[in-house]
């Protein structure tokens, strides 16, 4: 009897299997249309950014939106160039993968070349509910710039930065945080860090010193430090000491104190934006602490692609943890920036380590390059000598920023190292090379570089009451 109905179902699979292979042959039978069939996955894997006050060029809502697109639609999903996503999909497990399967592929490629029928409006899906304005849902707490900031229309790249007063009286636990572009024609990217105060007690004595003295140790000083500014950038000097090995480095490729993290230079990660990056959402319970009293440091990078005067005031919008706090988030920045990139090399290696303090779990990856960023890749190398890749992006875009969260939170033991390998295209086969001529060092202008390996990890034996640590 059993064996029956197993003979059976084999028989109708081949049976389902042989009618595809002759449907497919001899052309469609199916009419794929954009209310039955292409529009659910439009919503589940195009709307968090195709739709109307977000970033990219069109809504894929509605089929009205949608139609003058089919063909580069068709173009960039079957080139799966769209949806972004970057991460070599042997390592890792992630829970934001944006990639359509096969069978997607195929839906939205068959569509297009039915003539992207609309079919009947009554077989759309419920229209997927999304906040305006923002991505984690409507925040508790909205935190402006201090002030409207008026950008010029010309010159350079700008990077600006604004502090401002939460006026936090107690510690403060959040659950969600999202950096908002107010105008979106100027701003290329925005961080915000915490910066906890200073106790008063550690803070130096100022000498008193004469204008004069004052001007010489600045003169001093600016002539001792590795990195100058132009205009409100900073930069490597190009004769700065050189280390592009920083895991083979007592300094750990680190101009400066080697002890500070590419995050100890403004303060604690809060939120970000950048093309491609996904906001900051913590499981219930795993929070961000912004420790009273703190500072939010708006770090802004300000392209002047609109060729306009114009205007910004961001924000940043948090949601606080509505549950007891039970593990805390903590941001590293993974990074080198003693390397150099000499002109035209076309696969330079950079590396950078960093050793976990703790039993930790890893939530999530956001490598960070500028145009010269040609791979990248995160490996761990266990106290017992194992070693694992956790993350590669074999061919890294500096266009997104993509955070990758892991589907499951990835457990190390205290003492891991963890590598990052960044390696850099300076040559002129990169199509966004702004300069193949020019020997490249670590700075904050696009057409200088960068190498961090951003990740958010918390450690197993902490209270989040505790004092949180120094990574
Ligand atoms: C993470 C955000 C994001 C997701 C998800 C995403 N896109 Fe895009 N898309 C963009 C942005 C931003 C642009 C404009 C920049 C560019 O072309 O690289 C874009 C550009 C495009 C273009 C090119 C438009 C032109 O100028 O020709 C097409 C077509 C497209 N997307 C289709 C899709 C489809 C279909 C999906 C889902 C299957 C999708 N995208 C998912 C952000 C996204």
Not at 10 to 17: Q, T
Not at 359 to 385: C, S, T, W
Request: charged share 25%; glycine share 6%; proline share 8%.
């Amino acid at each position: 009897m059993k064996r029956t109905y197993i003979l059976l179902a084999v028989v109708i699979a081949a049976g389902v299997f042989l009618s595809q292979q002759i449907s497919s042959a001899n052309g469609p039978t199916k009419a794929v249309t954009f209310s039955k069939d292409v529009a659910p996955i439009f919503n589940a894997k195009c709307a968090e950014c195709h739709r109307p006050g977000e970033g990219a060029p069109f809504s894929t809502l509605t089929y009205k939106d949608v139609r003058p697109w089919a063909r580069s639609i068709r173009e960039k999903v079957t080139q799966k160039t769209m949806p972004p996503w970057h991460a070599d999909p042997h390592f890792g497990t992630w829970a934001n993968d944006r990639r359509l399967t096969s069978a997607e592929i195929e839906t939205v490629k068959e569509w297009v070349e039915q003539g992207a029928k609309e079919g009947d409006p009554r077989d759309m899906p419920p229209m997927p509910k999304f906040t305006e304005g923002w991505t984690i849902g409507k925040p508790d707490i909205v935190i402006p710039m201090p002030q409207e900031f008026t950008l010029e229309a010309s010159g350079p790249d700008e990077y600006q930065y604004f502090e401002v007063d939460p006026g936090f009286k107690e510690d403060v636990y959040v659950q969600s945080a999202e950096a908002r572009p107010d105008n979106r024609k100027i701003v290329h990217h925005i961080i915000a860090f915490i910066r906890p105060p200073v106790a008063n007690a550690t803070a130096k004595p100022r000498p008193n010193l004469s204008k004069e003295e004052l001007a010489a140790l600045r003169a001093k000083m600016e002539k001792e430090s590795p990195v100058y500014r132009e205009g409100f950038l900073a930069r490597t000097k190009q004769e700065a000491p050189v280390c592009d090995d920083g895991c083979n480095d007592p300094k750990g490729g680190r101009l400066g104190r080697a002890d500070r993290g590419a995050e100890m230079e403004n303060g604690q990660l809060l939120a970000g934006y950048a093309p491609g990056m996904n906001q900051a959402i913590w499981e219930p319970g795993t929070v961000k602490k912004i420790p009273a009293g703190s500072k939010i440091m708006f770090q802004m990078h300000y392209s002047k692609a609109a060729g306009s005067v114009q205007k910004d005031r961001s924000s940043i919008g948090l949601i606080y943890a509505k549950t007891e706090p039970k593990k805390l988030v903590h941001t590293t920045g993974i990074s080198n920036n003693a390397f150099l990139i000499p002109a035209g090399a076309d696969n330079h290696k950079v590396t950078a380590c960093w050793t976990a303090p703790d039993d930790i779990q890893i939530i999530n990856f956001m490598p960070h390059m500028h145009l010269r960023g040609k791979a990248v890749e995160y490996k761990a190398i266990y106290p017992d000598g194992k070693t694992e890749i956790l993350l590669n992006v074999p061919s890294y875009d500096f266009s997104w920023q993509t955070a990758y969260y892991l589907k499951e939170q990835k457990e190390l033991p205290k003492g891991t190292r963890i590598m990052v390998t960044g390696y850099f295209d300076n040559s002129t086969r990169n199509k966004f090379n702004p300069d193949p001529a020019k020997i490249v060092r670590y700075g904050e202008p696009t057409y200088d570089e960068m190498m961090i390996g951003w990740m958010d990890y918390t450690a197993k034996n902490e209270s989040p009451k505790a004092v949180a640590r120094k990574e």
